[in-house]
């Protein structure tokens, strides 16, 4: 089974300063990691993904997210948040199985808002 | 922009009606999904779908759910009988890209409410 974690509800950063959203996971086979952005009333907007290769993936809008096997971690960061970057943020992970087969579905986490203050 | 569209917006229907949401995917896309959202809780994957058939679906999706496509551009969704506890936002997606590793793209999602 896959599961994700993410252990704050909700994280305070001012304007300019560096942000992280914190994520852990577990799967039995290769993880796919993912980021979404969720807006007030709108659908799930992909942010990044780590399939293989560069443990550092840089994404939309200035985020990026590190991929730590050890730590079965994928966190997400920014060196200086914006008070548009206000919204709700989903890590999510698919088992990638073995050798690539694995999992059709997204296990999310239970989302972090993350709230820029001016 | 290529997007998913959702139809309704909001349905409010009485228990034990049959609701059926509509979902129009990205034109090109190949793999299909429908995930819900209950309120305040997280988002939880129903099924997969794709050449023309289920290829996996979560513990929620029961007899009670179905899907189709029935024109080659619609997806849908069918509860056959609503419960209470079905009242969610309910989010299509697709994906180009083979499944497993492809970004998803969401629709805004279809908010129902069962009386």
């Known amino acids: 089974a896959q599961s994700v974690a993410q252990p704050e509800d909700q994280v305070n950063v001012a304007e300019g300063n560096p942000l992280t959203v914190k994520c852990t996971y577990s799967?039995?086979?290769?993880?796919?990691l993912f980021w979404y952005v969720q807006y007030p009333n709108r659908g799930l907007q992909f942010l990044l993904k780590y399939i293989t290769g560069d443990n550092l993936v840089k994404g939309s809008y200035g985020f990026e997210a590190e991929f730590n096997k050890s730590q079965t971690s994928f966190h997400l960061k920014k060196p200086s948040a914006l008070v548009s970057d206000s919204a709700l943020y989903f890590c999510?992970?698919?088992?990638?199985?073995?050798?690539?087969?694995?999992?059709?579905?997204?296990?999310f986490g239970k989302g972090t808002h993350l709230i820029i203050q001016p | 922009e290529p997007e998913v569209t959702q139809t309704p917006s909001h349905q409010v229907t009485q228990m034990g009606q049959e609701v059926i949401l509509r979902c129009v995917p990205i034109?090109?896309?190949?793999?299909f999904y429908w995930y819900r959202q209950i309120l305040g809780q997280k988002v939880e994957f129903l099924v997969s779908f794709y050449n023309n058939e289920i290829s996996e679906k979560s513990e929620i999706f029961d007899d009670q759910f179905s899907v189709e496509r029935p024109d080659g551009s619609n997806f849908t969704l069918k509860i056959r009988s609503t419960k209470l506890e079905d009242s969610a936002m309910y989010f299509c997606?697709?994906?180009?890209?083979?499944?497993?590793?492809?970004?998803?793209?969401f629709g805004e999602g279809s908010r129902l409410t069962v009386l």
């Open positions: 997606a697709s994906t180009g890209t083979r499944a497993n590793t492809g970004e998803l793209f």
């Open positions: 799967v039995s086979g290769n993880p796919y």
């Open positions: 999510a992970v698919r088992d990638g199985g073995a050798s690539g087969g694995g999992a059709d579905g997204l296990t």
């Open positions: 034109s090109n896309h190949l793999y």
